[in-house]
Every structure is written in structure tokens, then in C-alpha cells.
């Protein structure tokens, strides 16, 4: 099953194309990564699926993404509600420099009224989710800035499953990290793929062939190839992505 | 000839320390003359009781309320209107010909004497609008000029909040409106207090506009279309008229002691949020 299908997408900031005609599919609860070198576009086509690109200034979109079968680029779209169900984590740690408490309630309390003994369950249950819950319980009223990096970060994860999104953008999350973290990271998204769809942009390829069950191959704004992770690095069919994944550039 | 690097850099030094020392040496001086002056005047009649005899004898108890309620009207119509100005110029338009206008303007209202705001005021509020010699007029005025200072601090402040937590607010499934209430705001609060904090100050200290514009009744008012004496204007009619020298000093202990009490105020909140935030 499709999550997300993108069909002929272009993208151009002022007179540069970023995206070119790009055409990909993403599947259900799996795993899908988007790898290549700097520049690439990778991180822009990310931002495509939840219309993060909009909030900056001079680029243009053409072409369709379908999220549950509708364009989320059609007119009269509901940003605010799209970005509700795809949501998204950033390279570097970003909570809000609120309680641990307030970080993961963010967005329920945006969504709905509701009353504390309820949000207190979802934070608990979301913070179990993520495999804080037994670091942090204690902490839940501390400033969510003082946390280690990596807790920051796992938090930004806890933050965006409380409101249960159906897919997560992932804008290489582990590029400020050290490798144990990594290694955790990775582990949860390993057990949150149960739940949801998970698209990750990264710079690591080891990361890509561990975790991913898609690849995607970008070079100058175009989507070379798209694969099972085990053939794109493997058996790639294109020489570029040979190339990359053999270390010959990038 | 050059002069030797070593020699010139202790010349420097030296310059340079002194500038610093003599910027200090004059700040306390002036603090210890009005104070040496001011603090024997100073008990709790003088601030409890009203002037008699023009404020020959007496106390300064209305030139106080006057001052507070005058400041207080000022800051409930510049705030609002300045912050919310703030927040759209720095969040909701894109930087280009009308920002710049409006930043242009609110520099160049910021430089214009305080006696022509006074001027202005006298005509319009007080003239035009038959508001009289009020704390109306007087607070309005007082806003208008306060108003620059307060719209660019806010937007400054709105501005230094870090893009990734509007970002990622955003990408929670928040509105821009969302975005700005729970986390823009209360992270630039610091900054548009320091801005409110200015103008409080200026506000105090301010006298040319006020006559114009409040007038110089001694009277405790009792409506927001009755004149009132500030303490500034207090002390510029009992030196500039000879009536009291003593209580003109009294009066100016009594400012200089609110001013510092109010930015060692500031300072303390400043201190307390930036901590809790960083």
C-alpha cells in the first residue's frame, strides 16, 4: 500500500531547479530512505510531503503529491490538518525550551481541549513509546533544553507520536549525534515502522542499508534510482548509484 | 616616526579606561549631587501630603499619582498597538518595501523632539478633540512617542526567536497564529520588556509634551479628563519659577530613585527569564 505517491514533482527556488520531475512511492509502515551526496535535493523533496517548503520565500511547486489518494498540493489544501497526520524530525534537537511535560504535550494541546489526567496518559504512553519514560519520569518538569542531545532529540521523536501521525519525515535525525545514540535511534524506528510510515533523509549510507526497506538514489535534484534497500546496495542498476555507494564520489 | 606597538597599545589602554572612568565619575556625580540635595527633603510627609503655597511647603503627593497614572495610560495604548505592530511587521509581511517604510517612519518618529509631540498633541487631543488639559491627552501623547521605541524592541525581540521552533511548532499541525501565542511570545518577552522599560522611563522623565498636553493641576485627579502635575513637571516649575529649591531637590531624589529602581527591576526580570530560557 501507497502512504505517499509523488508524481512529476519539480521544485524551483527562484530560477534554480531543486527538484526535477521526481516520481516516487512510498510504502506503508515500511521504512523508506533518501540517500545521496550534499545538495542533492534529498532534503528538499523531503519537505515536499508535509509542505514544510511553503514557508519559504520564491519557490515554486509543480507536480502532484498524493497523500491518501489526494493531492496535498491542490488548492484549498489544509496545511495546518496535513501536517497533523505527516509529521516531521528535525537534524538538530529542536524541543521548545519548556518542561519535558509541556515538549510532548505541544501538540495535543494545539489539537484539543483536553483534561490533564488524559494528556498526563498520552505523555506517559508516548514517552514509553520512545523509550523514555523510565530516564525521565522523574524529570517531567525539568527545561527540556538541559536534557542530553540525544534525549533532546528522542524527545522532538515523543513530541511528533503524541499526536499520532500516520507518516514521519525524517531530516537526518542522527547528524548530531554520537553512534550509541544513533544506535538507539535507529532501534525506535525500527519499532515504530509497526505503526507508521517513516521516510528518513540521510547523509550515512550504513544507516540507510540498516534501517531502510526502500532506497532512494537522488543526484542533482532527480531520483536516479528507487529500490529494495537490498538491491540499491547490492545491485544497483544505474552506474551513478554504483558510483555513490561504493564511495567513488559524494 | 612610528611609534612603538607596545607604547601606543598602553597609550590606548590608558585613553581608553579613563573615557570609561569619567562616563562613571559623571553618572555618580550627578546621582550623589541631587541625592546629597534631594534625601534630606525626603521623609514620609513629603511623599504622603499635597503641596500648599504652590509647593513652597508640602508634599508631592499628587505630582506622584499624577506621574504613575500619566505613565500607566501611556503604556495601555502603546503596547498593545506597538507589540501587535511588531509581530505583524516581523511575522506576517515579507521583509520589502513596506517594512522598510514602516521601520524608516518609527526611526524617524523616534528622533523627533519630545516638545513638538507636545505641540502636536496640545492640537490634537487637546484642541481638536476637546479632551483639555487631561491624563487622556497627556497618556496619548506620551504613547505616540513611546510608540517607535516599543514597536522596534518588540520586533526585534519577535525576531531573535530561533526559526526552528516556529518551524517545528508549525509542522506539529499548529497555525501561525498557534505558533506565535505559545512560543514566540513568551520567548520574546524579555525583549519587549526591555523595550517597555524604556519607555516607562522616558515616560517619567518627560516634561515639555506633558505641560502641553496634561497640564499642571495640582489636584489629586479623580478622571481621565482631569490635568495633572507629574513629578518632572514639578520640579521644572518650583526651580524654573523660584518657588522652592529645597523641594525641587526633594522631588528629583524622589525620580532618580524611581529610575533606578526600575531598571535594577528590569535587570532583575531580564536575568530571571533569559536564565529559565537558555
Not at chain 1, 153 to 180: F, G, N, Y
Not at chain 1, 228 to 247: A, C, H, L, V
Not at chain 2, 142 to 167: C, D, G, H, N, Q
Request: glycine share 8%; aromatic share 8%.
Amino acid at each position: 500500500m501507497n502512504a505517499i505517491e509523488v508524481k512529476n514533482l519539480s521544485l524551483h527556488y527562484g530560477s534554480f531547479q531543486a527538484l526535477k520531475n521526481v516520481n516516487v512511492q512510498f510504502q506503508e509502515k515500511m521504512i523508506t530512505a533518501l540517500i545521496g551526496p550534499s545538495g542533492c535535493g534529498k532534503s528538499t523533496l523531503l519537505r515536499c510531503l508535509n509542505r514544510m517548503n511553503d514557508l519559504i520565500e520564491g519557490v515554486k511547486i509543480t507536480g502532484v503529491v498524493n497523500f491518501r489518494d489526494i493531492n496535498i498540493y491542490a488548492p484549498g489544501t489544509d496545511v495546518v490538518e496535513l501536517r497533523r497526520h505527516v509529521g516531521m524530525v528535525f537534524q538538530r534537537p529542536n524541543p521548545f525550551p519548556l518542561s519535558v511535560f509541556d515538549n510532548v504535550a505541544y501538540g495535543l494541546r494545539v489539537h484539543q481541549e483536553m483534561k490533564k489526567i488524559q494528556l498526563s496518559a498520552i505523555v506517559e504512553r508516548s514517552l514509553q513509546a520512545t523509550g523514555l519514560w523510565d530516564d525521565l519520569k522523574d524529570k517531567l518538569s525539568e527545561t527540556a533544553t538541559e536534557l542530553p542531545l540525544y534525549q533532546q532529540q528522542l524527545l522532538c521523536i515523543t513530541r511528533l507520536i503524541a499526536i499520532e501521525p500516520k507518516v514521519i519525515l525524517m531530516d537526518e535525525p542522527c547528524s548530531a549525534l554520537d553512534p550509541i545514540a544513533t544506535a538507539k535511534i535507529e532501534e525506535l524506528m525500527l519499532e515504530l515502522k509497526k505503526k507508521y510510515t517513516i521516510v528518513i533523509v540521510t547523509h550515512n549510507m550504513q544507516q540507510a542499508a540498516r534501517v531502510s526497506d526502500y532506497s532512494g538514489f537522488m543526484l542533482m535534484g532527480e531520483l536516479i534510482e528507487f529500490n529494495k534497500t537490498g538491491r540499491i546496495f547490492t545491485n544497483p542498476d544505474d552506474k551513478r548509484t554504483q558510483d555513490y555507494i561504493t564511495g567513488r564520489f559524494g | 616616526m612610528r611609534i612603538d606597538p607596545k607604547v601606543s597599545q598602553r597609550i590606548m589602554v590608558t585613553v581608553l579606561s579613563l573615557a570609561t572612568g569619567l562616563a562613571l565619575v559623571i553618572l555618580f556625580f550627578i546621582i550623589i549631587f541631587i541625592l546629597s540635595k534631594g534625601i534630606p527633603v525626603l521623609n514620609w510627609k513629603f511623599l504622603s501630603t499635597f503641596p500648599s503655597k504652590m509647593g513652597k511647603a508640602g508634599g508631592i503627593l499628587p505630582t506622584i499619582a499624577g506621574t504613575f497614572i500619566l505613565t500607566l495610560v501611556a503604556l495601555v495604548f502603546a503596547v498593545p498597538l506597538g507589540v501587535g505592530a511588531a509581530i505583524y511587521l516581523a511575522e506576517y509581511i515579507r521583509e520589502g518595501k513596506t517594512t522598510k517604510i514602516v521601520r524608516f517612519g518609527a526611526d524617524c518618529l523616534a528622533g523627533i523632539p519630545s516638545i513638538i509631540f507636545g505641540l502636536f498633541g496640545f492640537i490634537l487631543f487637546v484642541v481638536i478633540l476637546k479632551m483639555g488639559w487631561s491624563i487622556l491627552s497627556g497618556g496619548l501623547t506620551l504613547a505616540f512617542m513611546v510608540l517607535p521605541t516599543i514597536i522596534r524592541t518588540s520586533e526585534e525581540a519577535v525576531k531573535s526567536v530561533p526559526y526552528s521552533w516556529r518551524e517545528v511548532s508549525l509542522s506539529l499541525g499548529a497555525t501561525k497564529w498557534e505558533t506565535i501565542r505559545k512560543v514566540v511570545l513568551p520567548n520574546a518577552v524579555p525583549g519587549i520588556l526591555t523595550g517597555i522599560i524604556l519607555s516607562v522611563g522616558r515616560s517619567i522623565g518627560e516634561t515639555a509634551a506633558i505641560i502641553f498636553t496634561a497640564g499642571s493641576s495640582l489636584r489629586l485627579p479623580t478622571s481621565l479628563f482631569d490635568s495633572v502635575r507629574t513629578m518632572s513637571v514639578h520640579f521644572y516649575i518650583l526651580s524654573r519659577e523660584g518657588i522652592s529649591m529645597k523641594n525641587a531637590y526633594g522631588t528629583a531624589a524622589v525620580l532618580v530613585i524611581l529610575i533606578l529602581a526600575i531598571n535594577l527591576a528590569a535587570y532583575w526580570i531580564l536575568h530571571r527569564f533569559t536564565k529559565r530560557n537558555t
